[in-house]
């Protein structure tokens, strides 16, 4: 039976070495999407991740999968790719665009984890300057981006997306390239995939990606600014 927890945001979560080994990672249920409860839950690692028909489940899943942003390989042809110019990227200049599009039900028939009051809670940090995108244009047109949050010096990637070859890639490349700029130290990935893994992303056990958020999220100043609106 997991911890199901109280209707006060501001309330702790379990220790997440509670977590369950199946399914992998998943530490408590209920409570809601307000601002105060996913910035504490960030803060210690831990993410929400449910269905329409679930309650809001928690999770902190071990090994955690990361991607340290001066260490993202970047293949010749990616290279090629990114380095043609047919693409322009901006940060923050369409964040609604990009959650709304990684929350499409996808092409091969799968779901969406990306609920309508999931969609919503982003939105409202967004608004409140915690969560970011990064955005892929083609043209007008809206190729690729990726989202998260910006606490301290950690960005916490939620979904990416891309409707044109190689835009989320590129969108990849291009946060990770941001984000050594802004002297940020990681991005958590949550979850692996051969994707990631191809992108140079790696596994670190929960108390060594729990220690690196202590170290860089400080208690009092845990908003970090993202140079909104850049464009290059």
Not at 13 to 30: K, Q
Request: with cysteine.
């Amino acid at each position: 039976m997991i911890p199901i927890l109280s209707a006060d945001p501001e309330s702790a979560f379990p220790a997440t070495e509670l977590a369950l080994e199946y399914p992998p990672g998943l530490l408590a249920a209920g409570g809601d999407l307000s601002p105060a409860r996913l910035v504490n839950a960030y803060r210690h690692g831990i993410f929400p991740w449910y269905s329409d028909d679930e309650p809001i489940l928690w999770w902190s899943p071990a090994p955690r999968c990361v991607l340290y942003p001066d260490s993202v390989h970047v293949s010749r042809r990616l290279r090629r790719r990114y380095n043609q110019g047919d693409f322009t990227l901006t940060t923050d200049t369409a964040f609604e665009q990009v959650i709304e599009a990684c929350a499409e039900v996808r092409q091969d028939g799968g779901g969406t984890w990306i609920t309508s009051e999931m969609l919503d809670a982003y939105v409202n940090l967004h608004q409140a300057g915690v969560a970011h995108s990064l955005e892929v244009w083609l043209g007008d047109e809206l190729a690729g981006g990726i989202y998260g949050l910006a606490l301290g010096r950690v960005f916490f990637g939620e979904s990416m997306f891309s409707s044109v070859n190689d835009a989320s890639k590129v969108a990849l490349v291009a946060l990770c390239r941001q984000l050594v700029q802004w002297k940020f130290t990681l991005l958590d990935c949550q979850i692996s995939n051969p994707h990631l893994l191809s992108m140079g992303a790696e596994e670190v056990s929960r108390a060594e990606f729990e220690q690196h958020l202590v170290n860089t999220i400080e208690p009092d100043h845990w908003q970090q600014d993202f140079h909104p609106a850049t464009r290059w």
